[in-house]
């Protein structure tokens, strides 16, 4: 989508305009300059997040919902290997228990767990115990 708009025009009104074509709330949205991948201030105007003429905005939904954990439950004590691959568009921003992140058109993690009858895991690389796997991306 394509807006035309003065330089001293809030980012506020573009992300309204953007949200109203696309049938979302405007506070659903969240934008990214494309030039610096820096986030944008909606109370800014585009001269103040330095946008020139041509310059790209990208426009994305903000993650709704609780935090994305993985539990794994078993009636008896099994190793276990747990992958996770992102689309080349996001990172990831928080891992537990911490796993070196591989890149294959986008960012993969890959748990390897062993499950106990209490519903725990043990993390094999770091030898920790926990309840759950936990990330987030951005």
């Given at each position: 989508?394509?807006?035309k708009?003065?330089r001293?025009?809030l980012?506020?009104?573009?992300?309204?305009?953007?949200?109203?074509?696309?049938?979302?709330?405007?506070?659903?949205?969240?934008?990214?300059?494309?030039?610096?991948?820096?986030?944008?201030n909606?109370?800014?105007?585009?001269?103040?997040?330095?946008?020139?003429?041509?310059?790209?905005?990208?426009?994305?939904?903000?993650?709704?919902?609780g935090?994305?954990?993985?539990?794994?439950?078993?009636?008896?004590?099994?190793?276990a290997?747990?992958?996770?691959?992102?689309?080349?568009?996001?990172?990831?921003?928080?891992?537990?228990?911490?796993?070196?992140?591989?890149?294959?058109?986008?960012?993969?993690i890959?748990?390897?767990?062993?499950?106990?009858?209490?519903?725990?895991?043990?993390?094999?690389?770091?030898?920790?115990?926990?309840?759950?796997?936990?990330?987030?991306?951005?």
């Open positions: 989508m394509v807006l708009a003065s001293s025009t980012i506020r009104r573009l992300v309204e305009s953007a949200a109203r074509n696309f049938g979302k709330e405007s506070d659903e949205l969240r934008a990214t300059h494309l030039g610096t991948g820096e986030r944008v909606f109370n800014d105007t585009l001269d103040d997040c330095g946008v020139m003429d041509g310059d790209r905005i990208l426009l994305y939904q903000e993650q709704r919902g935090k994305p954990v993985i539990y794994l439950y078993s009636p008896s004590d099994i190793e290997s747990v992958k996770l691959s992102l689309t080349p568009e996001w990172r990831f921003s928080a891992i537990y228990p911490f796993v070196l992140t591989k890149i294959n058109r986008g960012e993969q890959e748990w390897n767990v062993r499950t106990h009858e209490d519903g725990t895991l043990t993390e094999k690389n770091t030898g920790l115990n926990v309840s759950y796997l936990f990330w987030e991306a951005e």
